[in-house]
């Protein structure tokens, strides 16, 4: 492979998109979980994932790239539950116009299941599964504000599908 | 002064402060020395049970009628649009809650309580979330201590039998962690409190030791709180195996503190023997009666600005 090729494949890696956003600094192993989270696979935007790059702050990282998407304040929460320390580029006519760290939410509605089969909010469509969300020993735990009980993150996710 | 629980849902241990605790023990005594018949004048509560009861459901109707207010409800959800024609729970109580100033639920589901409690316009008062809470009950433990003991501080309690579904000790171990209790858990390996709850008292600073025997405990302790191991959790033969391990007679309570004295959450099934109802140790039907009073005392509350 000549030097030249090398590297236009890595420049195709970072290719620039045009309007949408770029979350940079996933923890890697997480983009996986976004990209299920919100379904993007079956929805029609360009969409560019890296597993495993080089990242000076956490070892590796993961990042997502994918156009005509802007993430409301709502989602980047969801985004923050599996990536608390990610990074959001809201790109627009190949700018960054908007730049943000996510910080991890202190409550999450709606947006995960509660685990523990015998909560109101698995018998009860209406009723959305809500988790005030702590971080304790660099572990991030969820309480369902129903049944009360605690779950660590892993658990949370892996019983909602999100798991690696 | 407005009290602090006025109009307030009544769900889980885990939102009370001492003083919301010292308050309703407070009103609890007040009421079973100078019983009152206008506390609930002209009110009408839903007491509705979609899980089967005897004592909590009748105390808190004898509560309600005693205090002078009017009761509706069902005993069991299998006649009501919810259990006939399908309506989900939160219709049912949107619809139930618009009927009446307060509301008393007992569901088998965890959560069920605190999910009534967001859509209705009306306090609600949990009454038992599947394995989660019963503050009732709680309560009436607590009134059951003070008034065996002479107070909540610095009681060294034992907790026997089913510590990992029974929601009575949960609760109480909770409460009494504002208390700094010492606390003693003796259950089969498979019914061993659940290590969130665990961690829970540790990080409360409560100190606990777990034990396989009752008869260890017995010397130690104030008060020994039995629990029934809930043969509908188990197939038969595991059943009768772990039963035959705990069950209390009066022959282990030779070295018993004098001022010890047996609780039980009732139903009791095997796991105190009859003879031990007359030793002096026995406090259960008592502390069944209590559960009069310390109902009376959290509707009084949640209903009334003032007392």
Do not use: W
């Amino acid at each position: 492979m000549s030097s030249s090729n090398t590297e236009s494949k890595s420049k195709l890696l970072v290719e620039a998109i045009a309007n949408g956003t770029v979350i940079d600094h996933i923890a890697p192993g997480q983009a996986i979980n976004i990209i299920r989270m919100f379904k993007f696979l079956g929805k029609d935007n360009q969409l560019t994932v890296g597993f495993n790059l080089r990242s000076g702050e956490l070892g590796k990282k993961d990042i997502i790239k994918i156009s005509n998407v802007v993430f409301s304040p709502a989602q980047t929460e969801q985004i923050a539950v599996l990536a608390p320390n990610a990074t959001i580029n809201q790109i627009e006519d190949y700018k960054v116009v908007d730049k943000y760290k996510l910080k991890l939410p202190n409550e999450t509605v709606g947006v995960f299941k509660c685990p523990n089969s015998n909560c109101i909010t698995n018998d009860e469509k209406a009723a959305h599964a809500r988790f005030k969300i702590t971080k304790e020993n660099n572990e991030i735990l969820l309480k369902c504000r129903y049944c009360e009980r605690v779950f660590s993150r892993e658990v949370v996710l892996e019983y909602n599908g999100l798991g690696n | 002064m407005t009290n602090p629980l006025f109009q307030r849902d009544i769900i889980s241990i885990s939102e009370f402060t001492k003083e919301h605790i010292e308050l309703i023990l407070k009103t609890a005594f007040e009421l079973k020395k100078h019983p009152r018949t206008d506390l609930l004048k002209d009110k009408v509560i839903g007491v509705t049970f979609f899980e089967g009861s005897t004592r909590t459901r009748l105390s808190f109707e004898t509560s309600i009628q005693r205090l002078g207010g009017r009761v509706i409800g069902f005993s069991d959800a299998a006649n009501t649009s919810l259990g006939k024609k399908g309506e989900t729970f939160m219709d049912s109580m949107r619809i139930i809650t618009s009927y009446t100033d307060a509301l008393v639920i007992r569901h088998n589901k965890e959560g069920a309580a605190r999910l009534a409690a967001d859509i209705s316009p009306v306090p609600v008062i949990n009454a038992g979330d599947g394995s989660n809470q019963h503050p009732s009950q709680t309560m009436l433990d607590l009134f059951t201590i003070m008034e065996t003991q002479g107070t909540l501080q610095n009681i060294s309690i034992a907790f026997v039998g089913d510590l990992k579904y029974g929601r009575t000790v949960h609760s109480l171990a909770e409460a009494l962690s504002l208390y700094n209790a010492r606390v003693f858990l003796v259950s089969p390996e498979s019914l061993a409190m659940p290590k969130y709850l665990l961690d829970d008292l540790s990080k409360k600073g409560i100190k606990f030791s777990v034990h396989n025997t009752i008869e260890e405990v017995i010397p130690m302790v104030d008060i020994l709180y039995m629990t029934r191991v809930q043969k509908e959790r188990f197939d038969e033969t595991e059943y009768q195996h772990l039963k035959s391990k705990f069950i209390l007679t009066p022959d282990m309570l030779s070295n018993a503190k004098e001022n010890m004295k047996i609780l039980h959450p009732l139903p009791r099934i095997d796991e105190i023997v009859p003879e031990v109802d007359d030793t002096p140790y026995a406090y259960y039907f008592k502390q069944a009666a209590n559960g009069i009073y310390a109902r009376e005392a959290i509707l009084s509350l949640v209903l009334n600005k003032e007392l």
